[in-house]
């Protein structure tokens, strides 16, 4: 079967730096997504890895290890306005996407 | 304004009636897509459309009926809605489907509540 893991909720501090943790076991791969979403609205486009290593955009960083099916979503100098739930998703053989059910991040002042 | 739209944000449905979600694309994407959001669960796919006149079913299709009769719009139809359909509904769209650079848009969605 396919499965994509994530915690279910996490909490930082303003300022602070989060790492978000995704495993996956999909049949096939093609590129893992990270999108954001906050409560009651539509998930946004983050960042995409197909290979091996860290792409980072602005604050937001994330990993990718294949050989682990393993990535992570870097979030650094947190704001306020990162409060939201991040969505993992793997693009399998089919080009289809696969969800993980999202971590939400609660950011404390 | 570029983008998705969905109509309605929301709707209570009784048991058994047939219900419409329409979505409406801007963007000239070739693919589109229908997915539910339940609590505690992943997005699920439940039909998309890689180019127009054609669909293709997903992960969760029984119960739903699609068209695509053109670029820009995706309806989504429950022919006798059941309560287990009560969910958040997002359609999406791609300009480049079966590319692993593909990147998917969402619409607003809508909540729907089925009783």
């Known amino acids: 079967g396919q499965n994509i893991d994530q915690p279910t909720e996490m909490t930082a501090t303003e300022g602070a730096i989060v790492q978000i943790n995704c495993t996956y076991q999909?049949?096939?791969?093609?590129?893992l997504f990270w999108y954001q979403q906050h409560a009651g609205e539509a998930p946004t486009f983050l960042s995409y890895n197909v290979l091996d290593g860290l792409e980072e955009k602005g604050r937001f960083s994330s990993f990718l290890s294949r050989s682990k099916g393993y990535s992570y979503l870097l979030l650094k100098e947190l704001q306020m306005k990162d409060s939201a739930s991040y969505l993992c998703?793997?693009?399998?053989?089919?080009?289809?996407?696969?969800w993980g059910a999202g971590t939400k991040l609660i950011i404390k002042p | 304004i570029a983008g998705i739209t969905q109509a309605p944000t929301s709707q209570i449905l009784a048991a058994g009636r047939r219900m419409t979600l329409r979505c409406t694309q801007d963007m000239r994407h070739n693919a589109m897509y229908w997915y539910r959001q339940d609590l505690g669960l992943g997005l699920r796919l439940i039909h998309y459309s890689n180019t127009a006149g054609t669909t293709g079913k997903g992960e969760v299709p029984d119960g739903y009926s699609v068209s695509r009769a053109n670029t820009d719009d995706f309806p989504l139809t429950l022919a006798s809605a059941v309560p287990s359909q009560t969910s958040v509904y997002f359609c999406?769209?791609?300009?480049?489907?079966?590319?692993?650079?593909?990147?998917?848009?969402f619409g607003p969605g809508t909540r729907l509540t089925v009783l």
């Open positions: 999406a769209s791609s300009d480049q489907p079966g590319q692993i650079t593909d990147t998917q848009y």
């Open positions: 998703a793997v693009m399998d053989s089919n080009y289809q996407l696969i």
């Open positions: 999909t049949s096939g791969f093609n590129g």
